[in-house]
């Protein structure tokens, strides 16, 4: 398989798996109904459960984002061979000259600031002026970006 | 490198045009609460600025015909007056947020059409170039129309151009009018091959390709497209088969 393929579908099982999760969470879910002290004995309390099933979709954006920012370094050090060491505000623009169109490049982008607000921010609410995303639009959102790379290296 | 003030101007509206359909802007103000109106008025300050027409110069749009130049110089103009009216340290007022998203979609709907209309010609101009080189090996061409949506211009149609140039198909597919360093974008690519060439326009309205296929656009080296390049991009495609 190509490279680029092979990195899609990484960010496309993360994906998949958050789709095990959440009907996992499900059945977690039931058992809290039937036993709320279920958690006990496998070292967790209930309200852990409840933080599992509510921060579900943000820890699968954030991973998502993870698989996406190591395939485009991997792309940058492997196949455009180079040594530096970018933040991503700067990669993804660099990537995306002249060849991805705008509203992609600004898709993707958005995904990293709505990424760097789950993981850095405590604050309740994303500002107002922030797109926020579900782990399907983030997915879609990075497979077209790197979509639109060269296929191999 | 600065961008030309006329590209400046457009990509300055296409932004605004991309914060404006933002979903939280498009809600039914009926059904919202206190303070989801004061995001939505919070985030207009993005957009409802005099900023965003602040490289507008009538001189750049003087090779449109009369009456656009009038709408767009009427809807910079109307826009200009109620985004001022919003002071720069405070939100707008539900009044000032209404009028102008009204009239920031009228700029919208005459500088799009303006920009799809010179977008969709260079496209014709590009695959015009490639039909009559091809014409010169008897290769024959046909035209496609694809679907594409950008801010801005919005949902619109252009033309793929397939070439078989025998045994193989190549296709000269418009990729956005919106490109980061560019104004314009094409990929040429042979089917079936996940290789493709990207060419561009720069901000003089020449078009380059990406020879070196394989090197990416970053390490690749940009040729102007003319008779040459275009047989250069069929020959480097053709030894990914």
């Known amino acids: 398989m190509i490279k680029r393929q092979q990195r899609i579908e990484w960010i496309a099982a993360v994906a998949r798996e958050y789709l095990a999760a959440t009907s996992a969470a499900g059945l977690l879910a039931t058992q809290l109904q039937a036993d709320p002290n ?21 820890t699968y954006v954030v991973r998502l984002y993870a698989e996406f920012e190591a395939g485009l370094r991997d792309y940058w050090a492997n196949h455009l061979n180079r040594t530096t060491h970018p933040p991503m505000v700067q990669l993804l623009p660099f990537l995306a000259d002249q060849r991805i169109s705008q509203d992609r490049l600004e898709d ?4 990293r600031e709505y990424r760097n607000y789950l993981v850095h921010d405590e604050s309740g609410e994303p500002p107002p002026d922030m797109r926020t995303f579900t782990v399907a639009e983030a997915k879609s959102h990075l497979c077209h970006f790197f979509g639109r790379l060269d296929p191999d290296w | 490198m600065p961008r030309p003030r006329r590209e400046e101007f457009i990509s300055d509206v296409r932004l605004s045009a991309r914060m404006l359909q933002k979903p939280n802007v498009e809600a039914d103000s009926d059904t919202l609460d206190t303070d989801a109106i004061s995001r939505i008025l919070h985030g207009a300050a993005l957009w409802l600025t005099p900023k965003v027409v602040e490289h507008y110069d009538p001189d750049d749009f003087a090779e449109e015909q009369a009456d656009q130049q009038n709408r767009l110089r009427l809807a910079v103009e109307e826009f200009r007056r109620i985004a001022s009216q919003v002071p720069p340290d405070q939100p707008a007022t539900v009044d000032q947020f209404m009028e102008g998203a009204e009239r920031l979609r009228e700029l919208i ?8 209309a010179e977008w ?3 496209i014709d101009a590009v695959e015009r170039n490639a039909e009559e080189w091809s014409a010169e090996r ?16 919005g949902p619109y149609e252009a033309p793929q151009l397939l070439i078989f140039a025998e045994p193989n198909l190549y296709v000269l597919d418009p990729v956005a009018r919106f490109v980061p360093g560019a104004q314009g974008a094409f990929d040429f690519a042979l089917q079936p091959s996940y290789y493709t060439i990207s060419m561009y326009r720069d901000d003089n309205g020449i078009w380059y390709v990406h020879l070196d296929k394989g090197k990416g656009v970053a390490n690749g080296h940009p040729v102007e497209w003319n008779r040459d390049s275009f047989l250069s991009c069929i020959e480097q495609l053709r030894a990914f088969v």
Do not use: C, P, Q
């Open chain 2, 109 to 116: 709907k005459v500088l799009g059409s303006i920009v799809l």
């Open chain 1, 38 to 58: 279920y958690g006990d004995s496998h070292g967790w309390e209930a309200r852990d459960g409840v933080a599992f099933k509510t921060n579900l979709e943000s």
């Open chain 2, 138 to 153: 008897a290769w024959r061409t046909r035209r496609v129309n694809k679907k594409m949506n950008e801010s801005l211009i």
């Open chain 1, 108 to 111: 993707a982008d958005a995904v």
């Open chain 2, 120 to 122: 969709v010609r260079a």
